[in-house]
């Protein structure tokens, strides 16, 4: 049987799981959204935002009574001031997610994405969902492999956004600046969104092995990198 | 005489303040970095966002031993906790004004800010300084007016962004897609780290009086929406 304390840690768990379901679900929603410019869609993924930040609260206050009244050490200690700090990734999720979806519904009932991007914009939308169900997975599972899977698959990201800058660099860009503006912030939101699940899967890591070092690298890899590797090439 | 446990908090509330100290110098230089096309400045506020990062990490670790060794409840331990999400505001806005540093390395010998740009962006530079600055003294002082001004000075940093904006999607606009991106890019950097710094005195303001609903609403408050007003007005 689990004692009390377990069970409460098993329960912080549980709701960053949520936490990353509901996010993961709200990057897929706020993409189609936006590419289909569907107002109501879009509106409802940026009141569900609210939800996640209620779970946030929530959690951050049965960590905090936790603390209080069964004085982890150790590991355990560690266990609970990770999840602190992976829940604020996952909030911060939600939040990129609502700026999609924001634009989604600014831009409506045109499309803030002009159609030669459609497909690559998907695609981001489409590897963010994966990566924080990925994310998601390993906070239950604590499989170190698969966290070092999200690696790889933020290098997709990278390229994706990579892919998104040769375009708007290219001479033959038609869709004026605003849309360029739409398209670079929609970039980063899909980049930041993706360094937040990588960095939930690596505070796994560092819980499970104690490895450090991994998780400072992901959190000051600067996303400028990206657009200066196009920047440079276009 | 300070008993063990508030002499490691005070230390960690001195950590607090350095860092926020080395990020506000950093946007500083950043800024001068860019407007002046000055290499080795912006190779120098490169290099320095390390001591931030290993602040963080030196911080982090104190943290996690005092709540070990001195167990502490209540209004102590919410302070300790506050301080490991403070710091984590710090050290990602380190890594926005290493950001700006990296796009003046990019640029260079050219500059990144077209000069009826200038004026703009050196008022974001500033203000996103005084805000820190501002946040280190709320740190120091624990004075709950002074962190509420810096939401006002938050107020001015919105309009400032809408100003770029403005410029951006005026129709004389001359400089080209890879300027706009830069200049969004830029504009959104800035906003980020000055939301840190309003985050970091809500949470001052959040431990002395208990009130918790403000900071939430920082959080969440969407960046796309300064974009927004300027895009649905231009």
Redesign the interface.
């Known amino acids: 049987m689990r004692d009390a304390y377990h069970e409460e840690l098993d329960s912080i768990s549980d709701s960053l799981v949520e936490m990353a379901r509901l996010v993961g679900s709200a990057i897929g929603r706020a993409t189609t959204a936006m590419l289909d410019s569907d107002l109501k869609l879009a509106e409802n993924v940026i009141e569900a ?1 609210q939800k996640v ?1 209620e779970l946030q ?1 929530d959690l ?1 206050a049965r ?2 009574a936790l ?2 009244r069964q ?1 982890p ?2 590991t355990d ?2 266990i609970v ?1 990770t999840s ?2 992976m829940s ?1 990734d996952l ?2 999720s939600g ?1 990129l997610a ?2 999609v979806a ?2 989604a519904r ?1 831009r409506y009932p045109d499309r803030a994405v002009p159609s030669d991007l459609h497909a690559t914009i998907l695609e981001m939308g489409q590897l963010a969902q994966r990566l924080m169900a990925k994310a998601a997975e390993v906070i239950i599972t604590k499989d170190v492999d698969l966290a070092l899977q999200l690696e790889q698959d933020d290098d997709e990201m990278d390229l994706l956004h990579r892919t998104l ?1 040769q375009h ?2 290219d001479d033959r ?1 038609k869709h004026g ?2 849309t ?3 398209v ?2 929609l970039g ?1 939101y899909y980049e930041r969104f993706a360094d937040h699940a990588v960095s939930v899967a690596k505070r796994v890591v560092y819980l499970v092995t104690g490895e ?1 070092a991994d998780e ?1 690298q992901t ?2 890899q ?4 990206t ?2 590797t196009e ?2 090439s ?1």
Chains 1, 2 share one sequence.
């Open positions: 935002d930040d609260h951050e960590a905090i603390l209080a004085q050490v150790a200690l560690r001031v602190l700090r604020a909030e911060r939040d609502q700026h924001k634009l600014l800058f708007l660099m860009w600046i605003e360029a503006v739409d670079t912030l980063r450090h400072l959190d000051v600067p996303e400028i990198q657009v200066t920047a440079e276009a």
